[in-house]
């Protein structure tokens, strides 16, 4: 595994297009700001879960380094809701886009929508009725849209996040 980590910043530079890319491990979460791409402190699951995982995070901040406008990003005067939309929508469309160049990508990120958004990941305070409703239709919705759009089957800033 100790290899695969090591060569992550050339498959991120190859996927983003981008020379000089960076991968950090660490924290809670997959993000960019387009020359740096932050990993989150990954499980010891076993190899069986940590390949893909690292595979479909790579390959997801890698499609918004090739794709996001960071400079057009930064100057938008966002609303955090706003944002939130509009991650969800270029989530999908930079994925789509890497599907389209490296078909291979698509395997990885349907592992990784699957890994999110098909498993019972509910916190404290998640089980109220109207959120569980909500929480259902939203990854229904996004398992039907990916679908039909890019053949995965689920949903997968300045800084991008996620």
């Not at 809670?28 to 010891?44: E, F, M, N, Q, R």
Request: proline letters at 5%.
């Amino acid at each position: 595994m100790r290899h695969v980590l090591r060569s992550l910043p050339l498959l991120a530079a190859v996927l983003g297009d981008a020379y000089g890319v960076s991968v950090v491990m660490g924290g809670k979460d997959a993000h960019t700001d387009g020359k740096v791409i932050c990993l989150p402190s990954l499980p010891a699951e076993g190899e069986a879960t940590l390949l893909p995982l690292v595979r479909g995070l790579i390959d997801h901040e890698a499609a918004h380094i090739r794709e996001t406008d960071f400079a057009a990003l930064a100057a938008w005067p966002a609303t955090p809701f706003s944002r939130h939309i509009w991650n969800s929508l270029e989530d999908w469309r930079v994925e789509n886009k890497l599907g389209d160049l490296f078909p291979g990508c698509r395997h990885n990120f349907r592992w990784l929508i699957e890994h999110y958004f098909a498993g019972a990941n509910d916190r404290a305070g998640d089980n109220t009725p109207a959120l569980s409703v909500l929480k259902r239709h939203l990854a229904h919705r996004a398992l039907l849209g990916r679908t039909k759009c890019v053949g995965q089957s689920g949903q997968g800033g300045g800084r991008h996040r996620g």
